[in-house]
T-cell receptor, first 114, second 113 residues
Framework: GENVEQHPSTLSVQEGDSAVIKCTYS??????FPWYKQELGKRPQLIIDIRSNVGEKKDQRIAVTLNKTAKHFSLHITETQPEDSAVYFCAASTRNNAGNMLTFGGGTRLMVKP | DAGITQSPRHKVTETGTPVTLRCHQT?????MYWYRQDPGHGLRLIHYSYGVKDTDKGEVSDGYSVSRSKTEDFLLTLESATSSQTSVYFCATRRGGVQETQYFGPGTRLLVL
């Protein structure tokens, strides 16, 4: 089955700096890669996603890049703000007869210091 | 939040007792999922459903069973709870077709003593 590894597990940055979180996946058939943000005590919420036919996608201060050959994808957050502090999860989706299955990375705790 | 609710939101139970968690959605999404979240492990899939009465096992299904008798409800049952099943349980739904996004419910915090 799919295996997703995520690094780093914790990341501390100064407000205004950039943050980068990296994930690798094992199944070359994976075709959809979402990123979720989870604030303390809350549900995971989708912040950006990318499909395997696209190399990069941006949405204001966040961007995701995908390297299918190397089987890794990354989340980039620019001009970080204290409200960006949360746990971020990457995931990879593989399709089977019953639909798409998501395998999640272990999460990255991002702390943005004012 | 895709109209997903979970009940109960918190539960404390004793080892060996049965526990049922409920996920209810109002969006008529075809796919429903149960995950557990533990520190360092991210979210791990327990079981999922791809339609009424259609379910299958996920990565960590041992000790759990599910049922889906109608589109809006997906039940997760721990037949005989163990301390290793102490966790936060999240339900998620997905519309299906080309729509890939999974939407998560608010979670249920379960403590097995």
């Amino acid at each position: 089955g799919e295996n997703v590894e995520q690094h780093p597990s914790t990341l501390s940055v100064q407000e205004g700096d950039s943050a980068v979180i990296k994930c690798t996946y094992s199944d070359s058939a994976s075709n959809y890669f979402p990123w979720y943000k989870q604030e303390l005590g809350k549900r995971p919420q989708l912040i950006i996603d990318i499909r395997s036919n696209v190399g990069e996608k941006k949405d204001q201060r966040i961007a995701v890049t995908l390297n299918k050959t190397a089987k890794h994808f990354s989340l980039h957050i620019t001009e970080t703000q204290p409200e960006d502090s949360a746990v971020y999860f990457c995931a990879a989706s593989t399709r089977n007869n019953a639909g798409n299955m998501l395998t999640f990375g272990g999460g990255t705790r991002l702390m943005v210091k004012p | 939040d895709a109209g997903i609710t979970q009940s109960p939101r918190h539960k404390v139970t004793e080892t060996g007792t049965p526990v049922t968690l409920r996920c209810h959605q109002t969006e008529n999404h075809r796919y429903m999922y149960w995950y557990r979240q533990d520190p360092g492990h991210g979210l791990r899939l327990i079981h999922y459903s791809y339609g009424v009465k259609d379910t299958d096992k996920g990565e960590v299904s041992d000790g759990y069973s599910v049922s889906r008798s109608k589109t809006e409800d997906f039940l997760l049952t721990l037949e005989s709870a163990t301390s290793s099943q102490t966790s936060v349980y999240f339900c998620a739904t997905r519309r299906g077709g080309v729509q890939e996004t999974q939407y998560f419910g608010p979670g249920t915090r379960l403590l097995v003593l």
